[in-house]
């Protein structure tokens, strides 16, 4: 550590001589040792930082020497894991990085270049070096640091900025937001109002480029700051889009709010886009119609995201918007428009999908003949309908169903080359002349990545190509069952030996994802043949479960191995018990120990790690990366849970020899001083031996009863409702025992029941648990407490709509006690009909949602005979609560229709 300051001189000695080379060899050195050895500068920080600091401020040194001052700075503070306590040796740091950062975006000219540009090298025009640097920069810095410790200090810089006479700091005013809308998401959608004020002040400048600007930042904010941002901000949002697309003078403006409608819809429902759908399918067919190129691509993504949102939103635009993208589609034909006609097929695919067969049946002969002749053709390498045309198939099977099959043999054989394909791969001895060569030549399709003594140069091109065949793949096997079976044998060929490329994660993830779809298809078409083809189910399990089993143990990415639990607990659900035989059942078992301890190992350094910040006075946003990890590890071992409780459900108490070696490590999960998501993790295990393990459950209802009830009692709602549920089940499954605990969970059931919070946003499932488990008290023990107040409370809680399980269950609970005319429900005199009534409107206003199609029609048919019991004005007063598309559901409901 003593070298640090000899480094700083040296670096100093090289400035003071105008020596730009030694500085920059200089500073490439410290960010190298920043990058591996963090802690080598932690005695010298503040010195290094301030040197940087300096270097990146002053305007009269070289741009490369104050790029590399910044990467430095960036680099530390990106190891912060390495470095404890670092903003608070450092004051003001966050001010002076900031600040230089924004003034690196006043390096911007507005050059006839940028207006003009079709083509992607050319948008950059009149962007200078510290410029581009400014803008990656902001964003790790955002993402580095976080909102808490970046808004505050952006706030008062952005506010002066966005209402300077200079355009340049307006316009870097809304770059900014843009560049760190992902790393501060959270901390910015509590002053989203006056930023998106912000944007819309962008918008109306009269300099064009700000305009553009205020579009980047919408749109970014939109993906990052979503669905909330869209929920509270559509109605300023879309109009001023829509203006904005007005500007048929400035397309390279016209084509970004396009995007930004993109950006808007992909994370937005249905119902609150509707009513803007008009003005905007109207405004984006003008564009298509009338716009140039950039322009007509903007419209077509615009279009397609609109009608994936819309869905049967947009079949009314249906018969205006399919014949120009057909005419766009057969038109494009030369080399200038490739993408343009790429962008047709896919917005073609995906209105289909919205509007679904019937709608899109008499255009499908024409398009799959459009699909099979660009399939046929001669495609030029650099043509990018290559990528479209793998998902827009896909997409059109999912339309059609098995309407598709017949044309499944035009889709398949560039799906499995493009599947097949090898890794475009060098590897080759580290040398510096060679590895600078292979760093000039390096792009967007390709990445080197240094391990040991080699380099490793991969072109990612051909890997994302890959992947997405292996996910269209998987698609057509979910998609078309047994019409898929002919193509299983060759694709499991190519699948399973990906559960083990390990170039790419998003292959590996297609691969496992594929593994019980293909397998579905085989057992589907097998009880189609009444068992003639089930040995080649067999064969098929016995190649793929070995496979899995040894892949996942070797896979050491969670994301990754999360997906081969959770592809083990579906094959599990779709193949016969008798398939699974003994072996492969304990082997399963065996990996689930050696994932829990080493998820346990995990666990146990995480918390040496923030015992270890506790002590080294880590600033808070520290152990942020910490909790993400928690949050990975929590996600993979909840899947390791509903993978036992999958061998639960099929084999019931055969496999609770093989739980058991398990519940050393299960146990740790039901303890208090474990956090809620992991004592939420342990109880649903066990609710899973009480409900399909008779002999568990008799052998650990009486321990875990009385860990529920605690746990009811607990803020966590996720917790409370997987406590609450597991109740239930004791209350159905274990009468006699529940019996002596009734007057102790009742209060409980009721407290949370009656919270003023029990309905507010995160609280809904759990409210909706303890309704159910009041039903099934009322069901199972109707002597219990005060059954006709219970009976009250728990009619006047319903309907329930979150928890769409439950309500089924719940509400033909309902009809059944009305049925049989149950006065604890009806009260004195069918005193409550009218609270009864009101239930069954919203019950049937909500579709088949949460009523089962049975179940329903009882609902009618009790309606009709009650009708004259009671005013037409008690119907009327419930319907007036519906929304029109409820209110629809309910009248095709008592019209007859099956579909509700």
Known sequence: MVLAPSLLGALAHSLNTNDTDSAGSALEDMIEIAEQAPRFFRKHLPDVVSAM???????????????????????????????????????????????????????????????????????????????????????????????????????????????????????????????????????????VDALTDMCLKGVQDAQVKVRWAACQALGQMCTDLGPELQESQHQ?????????????????????????????????????????????????????????????????????????????????????VMPLLRSILLGAANKDHQLLRAKALECVSLVGMAVGRDRFRPDAPELMQVLNHLHNSKLDDDDPITGYLLQAGARLCKCMGQEFLPYLHIVMPPLLKAAQQ?????????????????????????????????????????????????????????????????YVKEVTDIMVPLLKFYFHEDVRKAAVQAMPDLL???????????????????????????NMMQSMSKEMDLDVLTTFLDATSSIVDIVDRQLLDEQKVESCFQKFENILKASEKRRKERMKERQEQQQEEHDEYEAEALDEEDEEENEMIDEVGSCIGAFLKKFNDAVLPLLETLMPILGTLLEKTRTPAERRIGICVMIDVLEHSPAGGDK????????????????????????????????????????????????????????????????????????????????????????RMIAELWLHSLPIVNDTVEAKSVHAQLVAMVESGDTRVLGDSNKNLPQVIDVFVQVLGHGREVVAKDVGARMVALMNQMQGSLPAEVVQASLAKLSSKQQQAFQSWMAGSSEG
């Open 53 to 191: 600091l300096q270097i990146a401020e002053t305007d009269s040194l070289d741009d490369s020497v104050r790029k590399l001052a910044v990467e430095l700075l960036l680099t530390l503070f990106e190891r912060r894991d390495q470095l404890p306590g670092l903003l608070k040796r450092l004051p003001n740091f966050v001010q002076r990085l900031f600040g230089t950062l924004l003034f690196f975006l006043l390096d911007v000219e507005d050059v006839p270049e940028w207006h003009q540009a079709t083509e992607p090298e050319d948008e950059d025009s009149g962007h200078g070096e510290r410029f581009e640097v400014g803008q990656e920069c902001l964003d790790r810095m955002a993402m580095a640091l976080g909102g808490n410790v970046v808004v505050p200090v952006a706030g008062s810089m952005l506010n002066m900025w966005i209402g300077d006479q200079d355009w340049k700091k307006r316009h870097a005013t809304l770059i900014c937001l843009a560049q760190i809308a992902e790393g501060c998401a959270k901390v910015m959608l509590s002053e």
């Open 236 to 320: 300023k949002i879309l109009p001023a889009l829509i203006t904005v697309m007005n500007d048929n003078s400035n397309p390279r403006v016209q084509a970004h709010a396009a995007a930004v409608v993109v950006n808007f819809s992909e994370c937005c429902e249905p119902e609150l886009l509707e009513p803007y759908l008009e003005a905007i399918i109207g405004k984006l067919l003008q564009l298509l119609q009338h716009g140039s190129k950039v322009v007509k691509e903007g419209a077509l993504t615009a279009m397609a995201s609109v009608a994936d949102c819309a869905e049967t939103g947009f079949e009314k635009y249906y018969d205006s």
């Open 520 to 546: 579905q298809s085989v057992v589907v078409a097998a009880n189609k043949s009444n068992g003639a083809n089930m040995p080649f189910v067999k064969e098929m399990l016995d190649y793929i479960w070995p």
């Open 700 to 787: 650990y209802v009486r321990e875990v009863l009385p860990i529920l009830m605690e746990a009811m009692r607990e803020e966590d709602p996720d917790l409370r409702q997987c406590a609450v549920f597991g109740v239930g089940v004791v209350v159905t499954k274990f009468p006699q025992i529940f019996k002596t605990y009734v007057n102790n969970v009742i209060p409980i059931l009721i407290s949370i029941l009656q919270h003023p919070s029990a309905c507010a946003a995160g609280n809904e499932m759990a409210t909706d648990n303890v309704v159910s488990t009041l039903g099934k008290v009322l069901q199972s023990h109707p002597d219990s407490m005060d059954g």
């Open 422 to 486: 090898d890794p475009d791969v060098k590897v080759l001895p580290i040398d510096d002349d060679e590895l600078d060569a292979i760093g000039d030549a390096d792009d967007e399709d390709s990445e080197t990545i240094v391990i040991g003594d080699k380099f490793v140069q991969i072109r990612t091109s051909v890997l994302e190509e890959k992947a997405t065949a292996c996910q269209m793949l998987r698609c057509y096997a979910d998609e078309l069952k047994d019409g898929f079976a002919p």
